[in-house]
């Protein structure tokens, strides 16, 4: 790896690692504004930015952690409007429960068919359903991988081993899973329409063939392709034959209830927290001592399971991505133990979202590269970036202060190789001017 860019897209996410041979690694690229502050730029026209800078490479991958739109909107936008432009394309597989039931396929599928018609900008995002779909009519199968824990793929002559999502026993929020059990209850009884019937059938034939796919097209151990087309030709007819169902359900007596289940508050907050919970984390696989390579990334990871995962982290990284945007519920007590020199924060001015958390500007010898300071109280309150209490050791004169850093004044790139790039540019590890 030669470099890497952390790109302003406001409350979002969008890190590029560049490699030495004309290959880019992107993980992640979405974001919950229209708008980015730096210029009043569109969003769409900063993703079309995005885009157009890394069209020169020959190669370009792309790793999905999850799917909410602060982290896939844009990587959609990008497909969009350049049809094949990724090389290859990363995505998590579907975790299950400790019953082998996929709850959020089965979750997203009830608000697919019985709410008003979701989008990215939605509340509950459905593109787990239709991410095979979609990526084959977009760059086609032969592009698209399945990562899951155990999972180890190649980007620049480098090995990355996934540390998760696990697929089996999948942490559920309890109340996620009785709800869920209780939308299938409703479309159980015999005395309704054959619809309903119908509905159930489909729904587990659809969940079977989510998971042959996840299987054949895992980065790890690959189905013939002919197999691959087949599972997904499958899975694609029985979404839209339970799709042609819509009409019929929204008419049977239980249609209500499953509506205001969907709709209460505290469900999708535990539907949204449990996407979060399944972010694939991955770090590279050291090929001796540690080195500037290490690297530990974590998406919107929860404290929790990134405790669960402490005997497989390294004791310290070159470099550690900030889940959640760098806020206090994504904050975990490894960070303040583990040794990391560079602190990734994509965060940005949203209304609805959190500030970064002081345990991160608290981090000794730790360098943080925010993409955006607007939601930083540390900045609001002393006008100055945490970085001139920071020492950083990529210097090229040695150890020193990072304010002085060369890319502070925008002389040269920075020694540590890491870089914000916003609408109007490059800037250095320090927010202000």
């Known amino acids: 790896m030669q470099r890497i860019e952390l790109n302003d897209v406001e409350y979002g996410d969008c890190t590029v690692l560049i490699g030495k041979k004309q290959e880019i690694l992107m993980v992640d690229c979405g974001s919950m504004n229209q708008k980015l502050r730096d210029g009043e730029l569109p969003m769409d026209q900063r993703f079309e930015q995005i885009a157009q800078r890394y069209a020169p490479f020959l190669e370009r991958h792309f790793l999905l952690t999850h799917y909410h739109r602060d982290h896939l909107c844009g990587f959609k936008k990008i497909l969009e409007t350049h049809p094949g432009y990724f090389t290859r394309v990363l995505i ?42 979609y990526l084959e009519k977009t760059l086609g199968s032969e592009r698209i991988f399945t990562l899951r824990a155990g999972d180890v793929f190649s980007f ?38 054959s619809c309903a019937e119908q509905f159930l059938r489909r729904k587990e034939n659809f969940f079977r063939l989510s998971l042959q796919c996840a299987d054949a097209f895992c980065v790890s151990g690959r189905a013939l392709p002919e197999t691959r087309r087949e599972v997904l030709f499958q899975l694609t007819e029985e979404l839209k034959a339970m799709e042609e169902l819509r009409e019929e359900l929204h008419l049977t007596p239980n249609a209500h209830k499953v509506r205001e289940i969907l709709e209460s508050p505290l469900l999708l907050a535990a539907f949204s927290d449990a996407l ?15 080195s500037w390579e290490d690297l530990l990334m974590t998406g919107d990871v929860t404290p929790e399971i990134l405790e669960s995962l402490e005997d497989k982290l390294y004791d310290g990284y070159n470099l550690i991505k900030a889940p959640h945007h760098g806020t206090a519920s994504g904050w975990c007590r490894l960070f303040s133990q583990l040794g990391s020199a560079h ?29 955006n300071p607007h939601a930083c109280k540390w900045f609001g309150a002393s006008g100055g970036c945490c970085n001139r209490l920071s020492y950083c050791f990529d210097q090229e004169s040695g150890a020193g202060l990072a304010i002085k850093c060369p890319a502070a004044s925008g002389k040269k790139a920075p020694g540590c190789a890491i870089e914000v790039i916003t609408a109007s540019g490059k800037k250095g590890c320090f927010c202000e001017p």
């Open 92 to 133: 998590p597989a579907s975790p299950l429960d400790q019953n082998g039931a996929p709850l959020l396929l089965d979750f997203a599928l009830f608000a697919h068919l019985f709410l008003p018609s979701q989008s990215d900008c939605s509340q509950v995002n459905t593109s787990c359903l239709r991410i095979f779909p």
């Open 343 to 371: 602190i990734l924060i994509s965060n940005g001015d949203y209304h609805a979202g959190g500030s970064i958390a002081q345990e991160y500007v608290d981090l000794e010898n730790a360098v943080r590269h925010c993409t």
């Open 156 to 193: 620049d002559g480098t090995e990355y081993e996934v540390l998760w999502p696990e697929t089996e026993h999948f942490p559920f929020p309890a109340e996620l899973s009785s709800a869920v059990e209780e939308m299938n209850i409703l479309f159980s009884s015999p005395f309704l329409p």
């Open 276 to 290: 979060n919970a399944s972010s694939v984390v991955f770090h590279n696989r050291r090929k001796g001592t540690a």
